[in-house]
């Protein structure tokens, strides 16, 4: 697919993710999938007991979620009918993987969206709060992933990463128009 056509269908916002008119929206969760701070817990908190619940489910049938893995779940109260939930990597000056691991992040996000034929999806800033990933470096994997997805797979449609703050709006900014 030609890279304009990709372009088109990535969009950056500034925002909150749990308000994002969206298919799903992707979860930077723990390995445990019940709950915790940042972006995992304003998920949970704005969701309901419904995402607690599935995650529960996940948990018993597979132990959790390993690093740069991704399971879905209803979005509960939230405006998606699903949440993707993957576990990114804590940052350990990159020579642990973190790379790959953020990447598959990615990936296996797409993967599930795709797989459940769903429209648009949205992402945060997968490691770069709590887990101290560079938010730069973090966010050239996040475009590169998606462009890469995007160019070879027809779902979903949408990418939107939804940054926090100014700051991260920018970068993902910078990062596409380069």
Not at 41 to 61: D, F, K, N, T, W
Request: charged share 20%.
């Amino acid at each position: 697919m030609p890279t304009s056509l990709v372009s088109k269908r990535i969009q950056v916002v500034q925002g909150d993710i749990t308000r994002q008119q969206v298919s799903a929206i992707v979860n930077a969760a723990n390995s445990s999938l019940l709950g915790g701070g940042g972006v995992d817990g304003a998920i949970h908190r704005a969701g309901g007991p419904a995402i607690l619940e599935a995650c529960r489910r996940i948990r018993a049938r597979q132990g959790g979620c390993k690093t740069g893995e991704a399971v879905i779940t209803t979005g509960g109260r939230l405006p998606a009918a699903h949440v993707i939930h993957t576990v990114g990597p804590v940052w350990s000056g990159g020579h642990r993987g973190e790379p790959e691991l953020l990447a598959n992040c990615y990936r296996n996000s797409l993967r599930l969206a795709a797989e459940h034929q769903l429209a648009s999806v949205a992402f945060p800033g997968i490691s770069t709060g709590i887990y101290g990933y560079p938010k730069k470096e973090a966010a050239a994997i996040a475009v590169r992933e998606a462009q890469q997805w995007l160019a070879a797979n027809e779902w979903p449609q949408q990418v939107v990463f939804v940054a926090f703050d100014e700051e991260s709006r920018k970068l993902y900014e910078q990062i596409l128009a380069s």
